[in-house]
């Protein structure tokens, strides 16, 4: 099996568990795409890069029983991390396997925010959109989420107001970006960026993606932001190494 083959059972193995255990864990990250494009999991496989970590998203109301429903399946609480992100984010590392779990509390806290509070619905991933705004809000793309990004737009078809779990649904995308110009610059500037160096289904996908997020209504704040521009840093800078997302 994989390295990321193993990963993603493991992460599979924690969500099942804990959904008997009353706490809520999705998957984000490599992990989590694997997951959800299962039609393109061969291929991530034979990619040279293979995630260290799993990624997870938890409720705030969830993380007070984390180091104990870990603990019973061999992982051990790094404390340090626990302090320095003030019960926002946990770092489990198991040291029999050397898999390390980072889990989040209500958001995804990196070059942007996600507020993820209420998207927490049906496992074992958070929805196609977030997975996807997850990549794009890295304001320096690696060649690993290049390939992620390119199997989430291939692997799945792009709606209005779409409910179905494997469409991406352009109405929340393009209402999530037009309130926050930050996020929405990074996001667009990266899909500009792929438009040469994905696959042309994906390229496609890519291309209607861009144009309903840069034609939808923009809030005030958006407006506002927009009239300074690249004149001032419009994202996060992250503490935490680059491979953790």
């Known amino acids: 099996m994989?390295?990321?083959?193993?990963?993603?059972?493991?992460?599979?193995?924690?969500?099942?568990?804990?959904?008997?255990?009353?706490?809520?864990?999705?998957?984000?990250?490599?992990?989590?795409?694997?997951?959800?494009?299962?039609?393109?999991?061969?291929?991530?496989?034979?990619?040279?890069?293979?995630?260290?970590?799993?990624?997870?998203?938890?409720r705030k109301r969830d993380r007070r029983r984390l180091d104990?429903?870990?603990?019973?399946?061999?992982?051990?609480?790094?404390?340090?991390?626990?302090?320095?992100?003030?019960?926002?984010?946990?770092?489990?590392?198991?040291?029999?396997?050397?898999i390390d779990v980072d889990v989040w509390v209500d958001?995804?806290?990196?070059?942007?925010?996600?507020?993820?509070?209420?998207?927490?619905?049906?496992?074992p991933t958070l929805p196609i959109e977030d997975l996807l705004l997850s990549k794009l809000q890295i304001v320096e793309l690696t060649d690993g989420d290049i390939g992620d990004i390119g199997c989430m737009l291939t692997t799945h078809q792009l709606g209005q107001d779409a409910d179905d779990p494997e469409v991406i649904d352009l109405t929340y995308l393009a209402g999530l970006l037009g309130s926050d110009w930050g996020f929405w610059r990074t996001a667009t500037k990266n899909m500009e960026f792929l438009l040469d160096r994905v696959e042309p289904g994906a390229r496609d996908h890519l291309t209607a993606l861009l144009a309903a997020v840069n034609t939808a209504p923009k809030s005030a704040a958006w407006k506002v932001r927009s009239l300074i521009g690249d004149r001032k840093q419009w994202w996060q800078d992250v503490d935490i190494p680059r491979d953790t997302y």
């Open 2 to 58: 994989s390295g990321v083959a193993a990963l993603s059972e493991e992460a599979h193995r924690l969500i099942d568990e804990a959904e008997n255990y009353g706490i809520v864990l999705r998957a984000i990250g490599s992990v989590a795409v694997r997951l959800h494009c299962e039609p393109s999991s061969n291929d991530m496989d034979r990619r040279d890069r293979v995630p260290k970590d799993i990624d997870l998203v938890t």
């Open 68 to 98: 104990d429903f870990f603990a019973l399946r061999g992982y051990e609480t790094d404390r340090d991390m626990l302090v320095a992100m003030e019960g926002t984010r946990y770092l489990f590392r198991n040291q029999e396997t050397g």
């Open 107 to 123: 958001e995804l806290n990196l070059c942007h925010r996600l507020d993820i509070r209420h998207r927490l619905g049906a496992g």
